[in-house]
Structure formats: structure tokens, C-alpha cells
């Protein structure tokens, strides 16, 4: 189907998803409520495209730049698009407006990707136009560095849909997973969620600082994890696989969970002894510093992964 991307909120994500997809060669028009983000978006852009030549993870900032406008209408960005990635703030009712807004725009085919973190697309899609086009597509930050997207239908989404939405994230250099029902928080912040919940009680009962409880990640489980996911972990973790480590190692697991069977909230007390710990390694000045190390760190491990997978 002929048409270019629209990317509805421009802000953190709806940045990276312009990247995305223009870096992939489509035309992307943008448009964003506020006047300021519009103003400065390809600034911002620029700024991120001259980061990944350096890392040789672009060839050309300056082509991939002119395959973007920048839009002052929703209808701008959005009329003759085949898909559209609706990135704006994470609450019900903005995402409901802006569905209901863009469901009556849509060409015959076009496609609606939500950036949503963990809502379920049927808390905002039930009474939009072409609601059967309405999806999740949920991307981690910054998506053109880290390439799995979450393609969540809701139940009314057209299957033909979700296989469009399937075949465009992996024409674009992204991996999509298909969660093949909604739950709220997908599978991606589910996972997260487990390790946090851990994370945060060991410290709170005074197991560990929480630098040590970061340490056991950074230096020791997601070593693995940028390249292989849990199953495949205990797969190779055991002489016989999986069913080998299930029988030596099902009992441990079995007995943590049973240890764990009273979900409480984050206290206000205990976040502020982990905000005191991670403010003492970090002051809040130096939290900007940090993310862009981060960033480099990452795209220096896409940098990586890219020459791997070409052998
Ligand atoms: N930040 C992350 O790490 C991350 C990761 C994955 C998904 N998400 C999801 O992506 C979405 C956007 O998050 P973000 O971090 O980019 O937020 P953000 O605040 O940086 O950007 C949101 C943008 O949406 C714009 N906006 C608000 N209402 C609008 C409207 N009606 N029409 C057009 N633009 C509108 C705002 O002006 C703002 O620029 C959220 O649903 C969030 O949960 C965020």
C-alpha cells in the first residue's frame, strides 16, 4: 500500500519512532500539540542522527533529515498515511481523543500503532471510527536503538491489521513480538515488573545496597540478556535443556515464588532510601550526562550486534 508514515506526538518517543522509519527510507510527517515541539523537533533529531553516524549505525543525517516534515494539523500528517504511530502522553482520555480524532482520517488500509506503555488499546478504541485498525505498538526508548515492539491487538482489531503492522516493523529494521491477547503492562513491563518487585524487596529486608542489586544485573544477567532471552538461558544452563533444569532447579523457583505471595506498594519511605542511594552515586544535575551515556553505550552495542549478525 502507497503512503508515508505520520507520527502523532513528538515528544521522547515519537522522536525516536520518526528515526524509525525514516531512517528505514519512508517519508514520515509529524505532528505534535505543542508549538515549542514542533519548533525545535528537527533540531532535536539532527542532534541524534549526527550521534548514530558517529557510531556508523546511519549513513547519510542529512537524507534521512529531508524525508521529514514537520506538520501544524493533525489532518496534515495524517491524511494519505498508511501507518500511523500515536505516541502522546500515557492517560486514558488523551489517548482517547486523539483516537477518536484520528479514526475518521484514516485512508481505506491505513494502520494505528499506540506507543502505549502497558494500557490496553480497548481502554481508548472502543467507540473510534475504523476502531477494527486500531492496535498497540509498544516500543522501547530509544526505538532506533532497541529494536523489539510490543503488536498488541485489541479484540476488535482486523487480523489483517496486526499482520500489517507485523510485516511493516520488521521491513523498518524493527523486531516485533505478538502478544497475541491483551494484559495489561504486555509482556515486556510484566517481565521488568517481576525483576523490580525483587529488586525493591531485597533492598527494603537489607539484602544488598542497591548498587549491588544493580551490579547483578549489569555484570551478570543481562550480560546474557542482549543477546538471548530466559528460556533459552536455562536451556543452555543445564546438561539435558530445559526439562534437565526445570527438575534440578524447579524446587528453588517454586519456593521464591511461594515466598512472595504478598504484593505490596512501593512505600514513600522506601523510595526515598533508594533515591538517597542513587542520588548520592548520581546527582539529579548529573542525570541528563548519564543518559547520553547510556545512549552511546547502546548504540556501541547495536554497533556490535549489527557486525555479529552480518557474519
Ligand atoms: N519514555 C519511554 O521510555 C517510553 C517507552 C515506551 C513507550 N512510551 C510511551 O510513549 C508515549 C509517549 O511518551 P513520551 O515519553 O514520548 O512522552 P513525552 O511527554 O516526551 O511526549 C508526549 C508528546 O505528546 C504531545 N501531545 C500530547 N497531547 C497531544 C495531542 N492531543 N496531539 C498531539 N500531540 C500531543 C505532547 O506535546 C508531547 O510532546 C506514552 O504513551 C508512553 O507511555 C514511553
Same mark, same amino acid.
Given at each position: 500500500?502507497?503512503?508515508? &508514515?505520520? &507520527?502523532?506526538?513528538? #515528544?521522547?518517543?515519537? #522522536?525516536?519512532?520518526?528515526?524509525?522509519?525514516?531512517?528505514?527510507?519512508?517519508?514520515?510527517?509529524?505532528? $505534535?500539540?505543542? *508549538?515549542?515541539?514542533?519548533?525545535?523537533?528537527?533540531?532535536? +533529531?539532527? !542532534?541524534?542522527?549526527?550521534?548514530?553516524?558517529?557510531?556508523?549505525?546511519?549513513?547519510?543525517?542529512?537524507?534521512?533529515?529531508?524525508?521529514?516534515?514537520?506538520?501544524?494539523?493533525?489532518?496534515?500528517?495524517?491524511?494519505?498515511? *498508511?501507518? &500511523?504511530?500515536?505516541?502522546? @502522553?500515557?492517560?486514558?482520555?488523551?489517548?482517547?481523543?486523539?483516537?477518536?480524532?484520528?479514526?475518521?482520517?484514516?485512508?481505506?488500509?491505513?494502520?494505528v500503532g499506540s506507543s502505549t506503555s502497558g494500557i490496553p488499546g480497548s481502554a481508548f478504541t472502543e467507540d473510534?471510527?475504523?476502531?477494527? *485498525?486500531?492496535?498497540?505498538?509498544?516500543?522501547?526508548?530509544?526505538?532506533?536503538?532497541?529494536?523489539?515492539?510490543?503488536?498488541?491487538?485489541?479484540?476488535?482489531? $482486523?487480523?489483517?491489521?496486526? $499482520?500489517?503492522?507485523?510485516?511493516?516493523?520488521?521491513?523498518?529494521?524493527?523486531?516485533? +513480538?505478538?502478544?497475541?491477547?491483551?494484559?495489561?503492562?504486555?509482556?515486556?513491563?510484566?517481565?521488568?515488573?517481576?525483576?523490580?518487585?525483587?529488586?525493591?524487596?531485597?533492598?527494603?529486608?537489607?539484602?544488598?545496597?542497591?548498587?549491588? &542489586? $544493580?551490579?547483578?544485573?549489569?555484570?551478570?544477567?543481562? @550480560?546474557?540478556?542482549?543477546?538471548?532471552?530466559?528460556?533459552?538461558?536455562?536451556?543452555?544452563?543445564?546438561?539435558?535443556?530445559?526439562?534437565?533444569?526445570?527438575?534440578?532447579?524447579?524446587? @528453588?523457583?517454586?519456593?521464591?515464588?511461594?515466598? *512472595?505471595?504478598?504484593?505490596? !506498594?512501593?512505600?514513600?519511605?522506601?523510595?526515598?532510601?533508594?533515591?538517597?542511594?542513587?542520588?548520592?552515586?548520581?546527582?539529579?544535575?548529573? @542525570?541528563?550526562?548519564?543518559?547520553?551515556?547510556?545512549?552511546?553505550?547502546?548504540?556501541?552495542?547495536?554497533?556490535?550486534?549489527?557486525?555479529?549478525?552480518?557474519?
Open positions: 500500500m502507497a503512503g508515508h &508514515i505520520a &507520527i502523532v506526538g513528538a #515528544g521522547l518517543v515519537g #522522536g525516536g519512532w520518526t528515526i524509525v522509519f525514516a531512517r528505514a527510507g519512508e517519508q514520515v510527517r509529524v505532528f $505534535d500539540a505543542a *508549538r515549542g515541539v514542533r519548533d525545535d523537533f528537527l533540531a532535536v +533529531v539532527s !542532534q541524534q542522527l549526527d550521534d548514530l553516524k558517529a557510531y556508523d549505525l546511519v549513513d547519510d543525517p542529512a537524507a534521512i533529515l529531508a524525508r521529514i516534515t514537520v506538520c501544524d494539523s493533525l489532518g496534515e500528517a495524517v491524511t494519505g498515511a *498508511r501507518f &500511523i504511530q500515536e505516541s502522546v @502522553l500515557e492517560e486514558i482520555p488523551v489517548k482517547q481523543q486523539i483516537s477518536a480524532a484520528i479514526g475518521p482520517l484514516l485512508d481505506d488500509g491505513a494502520i473510534v471510527t475504523n476502531r477494527e *485498525r486500531f492496535l498497540v505498538t509498544h516500543p522501547v526508548n530509544p526505538p532506533y536503538l532497541v529494536p523489539v515492539v510490543e503488536v498488541v491487538p485489541a479484540p476488535w482489531t $482486523d487480523p489483517g491489521a496486526v $499482520d500489517g503492522a507485523m510485516a511493516l516493523m520488521a521491513e523498518v529494521g524493527q523486531s516485533p +513480538v505478538l502478544v497475541r491477547r491483551e494484559i495489561e503492562g504486555f509482556i515486556l513491563n510484566r517481565l521488568q515488573g517481576v525483576l523490580l518487585r525483587e529488586a525493591w524487596d531485597l533492598f527494603e529486608a537489607g539484602y544488598a545496597s542497591a548498587e549491588d &542489586i $544493580d551490579k547483578t544485573v549489569s555484570e551478570g544477567l543481562g @550480560l546474557r540478556w542482549s543477546f538471548m532471552g530466559p528460556f533459552e538461558t536455562i536451556d543452555l544452563n543445564a546438561p539435558g535443556g530445559v526439562a534437565d533444569y526445570a527438575e534440578r532447579l524447579g524446587p @528453588l523457583y517454586h519456593a521464591i515464588q511461594k515466598s *512472595r505471595t504478598d504484593p505490596r !506498594q512501593w512505600s514513600p519511605e522506601l523510595i526515598a532510601k533508594v533515591d538517597d542511594e542513587r542520588r548520592q552515586a548520581l546527582a539529579m544535575g548529573g @542525570l541528563a550526562g548519564r543518559r547520553n551515556w547510556r545512549d552511546r553505550r547502546l548504540m556501541a552495542l547495536a554497533a556490535h550486534k549489527a557486525e555479529q549478525d552480518s557474519q
